[in-house]
Nanobody, 113 residues
Framework: QVHIVESGGGLVQPGGSLRLSCAAS??????MGWFRQAPGKQRELVSL???????NYVDSVKGRFIISTDDAKSTVYLQMNSLKPEDTARYYC?????????WGQGTQVTVSS
């Protein structure tokens, strides 16, 4: 019933920017955010935002990435600036309501020259 559609991934050169979008429907979500997983590594939390607008970021992206939502809090964005090769991963949208968490299929971000 919950439907998540991610977009915005792609290939970008180091130092470039991308903006990921995640449109979530079928629920009201207290938390929305992004995880990522690179080959051979564990999935890690990149950033979360809650309904109060509180945000957090993994240390490695602080100052470079910005998470935000639309006014309806049905879409979450991740603006990624100054991208580095180590940001290469599949990025997964995550949303949580009062009972469950839900995952998108992921969108690939590749940072390479």
């Amino acid at each position: 019933q919950v439907h998540i559609v991610e977009s915005g991934g792609g290939l970008v050169q180091p130092g470039g920017s991308l903006r990921l979008s995640c449109a979530a429907s079928g629920g009201s979500f207290a938390r929305m955010g992004w995880f990522r997983q690179a080959p051979g590594k564990q999935r890690e939390l990149v950033s979360l935002i809650n309904t109060s607008g509180d945000t957090n970021y993994v240390d490695s992206v602080k100052g470079r990435f910005i998470i935000s939502t639309d006014d309806a809090k049905s879409t979450v964005y991740l603006q990624m600036n100054s991208l580095k090769p180590e940001d290469t991963a599949r990025y997964y949208c995550y949303v949580s309501d009062r009972q469950n968490g839900y995952w998108g299929q992921g969108t690939q971000v590749t940072v390479s020259s």
